[in-house]
């Protein structure tokens, strides 16, 4: 049964960059089984998907973050992780990590979410 | 920029059937894009109800089902519970790795 964490800062300077951990457990970061992805909700809104990340090097990006958002992986810790560049207040939300069965490209798997707030 | 479209709200009663949909702002929703559906509570990360438009998730009790209606992909609660109050979204996998959420629909079950 796949876990996933998040992990970082919770609190970001506005013009700053958002740094994102996610640690899985339960299986391997490098499986073709899935795309590990992120995905966030500001405060009293909806969910957004930000981007994914398959196969260790093939990264996916919302056309709205593309400019902003980088997405990379560390194997040898079993982690991905999330930078978001240039943050403003509309930055502000819970950021989830997940797993996305690469089979039926549903988001399987969720971490607990994390708040990150942007203010100076 | 493609949108999916949901029910901003929908109130059923207890022991009711509601409907929920997940439409495209251009175009049908078809099982192609793999109709996924999620349930959220206050507080609390998604959970999986639905993938592959009508596929269960493990848990899942049988009172949600998926389909196809039309040009939209459609989660349905037949006797809702007290419990099934939540926000439910609808997702849609576009292809070469790209998803997209719709807004959410808040259910209440009074």
């Known amino acids: 049964q796949l876990q996933l964490q998040e992990s970082g800062p919770r609190l970001v300077k506005p013009s700053e960059t958002l740094s994102l951990t996610c640690t899985v457990s339960g299986g391997s970061i490098s499986s073709t089984s899935y795309f590990w992805g992120w995905i966030r909700q500001p405060p009293g809104k909806g969910l957004e998907w930000i981007g994914s990340l398959y196969n260790i090097g093939s990264t996916y990006y919302s056309p709205s973050l593309k400019s902003r958002v980088t997405i990379s992986v560390d194997t040898s810790k079993n982690q991905f992780s999330l930078k978001l560049t240039s943050v403003t207040a509309a930055d502000t939300a819970v950021y989830y990590c997940?797993?996305?069965?690469?089979?039926?490209?549903?988001?399987?798997?969720w971490g607990q979410g994390t708040l990150v707030t942007v203010s100076s | 920029q493609t949108v999916v479209t949901q029910e901003p709200s929908f109130s059923v009663s207890p022991g009711g059937t509601v409907t929920l949909t997940c439409g495209l702002s251009?175009?049908?929703?078809?099982?192609?894009?793999?109709p996924s559906w999620y349930q959220q509570t206050p507080g609390q990360a998604p959970r999986t109800l639905i993938y592959s438009t009508s596929t269960r998730s493990s848990g899942v009790p049988d009172r949600f089902s998926g389909s196809i209606l039309g040009n939209k992909a459609a989660l349905t609660i037949t006797g809702a519970q007290a419990d099934d109050e939540a926000d439910y979204y609808c997702v849609l996998y576009m292809g070469s790795g790209i998803w997209v959420f719709g807004g959410g629909t808040k259910v209440t079950v009074l």
């Open positions: 251009s175009g049908s929703v078809s099982i192609s894009y793999y």
């Open positions: 997940a797993s996305a069965n690469w089979d039926d490209d549903y988001f399987d798997h």
